[in-house]
């Protein structure tokens, strides 16, 4: 989820700067041992898109910021633009995972406390089962990475995954 340049790259215009770099190398190392097909959603924006009009100098369709992180992009099976924080919104996710005979998901990435959170969140309501890897999961915000884990655990029935078990 989200394994950007606006986030992975000092560049990034919402960077995690060490932070992000940590969560980088934690999902190479992790993404280059995984064997089962990797899905890598992007977030997209319009530069005047008005549903994230208070956050809106990331992830611009147009620029660098929008392109997967070049450490990761060679572990991706599968690439899906999403334009809101549930990657099913206006999306062909749900067929894509019909297709796959998908039935358990893991999710990894940025940012947990909305990306990861209600595309969890939508995963279940569709009968998905969900593992979040919450050492490779991370916010720009760590109070909101852990209410986000704590809801997925407790109110939404995702399972939570130290990344060895």
Same mark, same amino acid.
């Given at each position: ?31 280059? @041992?995984?064997?089962?097909?990797? /899905?890598?959603?992007? #977030?997209? +924006? ?9 956050? *809106? ?43 796959? @005979?998908?039935?358990?998901?893991? /999710?990894?990435?940025? #940012?947990? +406390? ?9 995963? *279940? ?41």
């Amino acid at each position: 989820m989200n394994p950007q340049n606006s986030f992975l790259s000092p560049q990034g215009s919402v960077s995690l700067k060490e932070q992000g770099d940590v969560l980088r190398i934690r999902l190479r190392d992790y993404l280059s @041992k995984f064997p089962r097909k990797k /899905l890598f959603l992007q #977030e997209k +924006h319009a530069p005047d898109d008005a549903f994230f009009s208070s956050d *809106r100098t990331h992830s611009i369709a147009t620029t660098d910021d929008y392109s997967v992180h070049p450490d990761l992009k060679k572990y991706a099976d599968f690439f899906y633009d999403k334009t809101r924080y549930n990657a099913f919104y206006e999306s062909p996710l749900e067929g894509f995972l019909r297709q796959q @005979k998908v039935k358990d998901i893991g /999710l990894v990435g940025l #940012e947990t +406390h909305t990306s990861i959170l209600f595309t969890a969140e939508e995963l *279940r309501n569709r009968g998905y089962q969900v593992t979040v890897v919450e050492p490779l999961c991370m916010s720009r915000d760590e109070s909101l990475h852990g209410f986000a884990i704590t809801v997925m655990c407790h109110s939404l029935g995702v399972r939570i995954s130290n990344g060895q078990n």
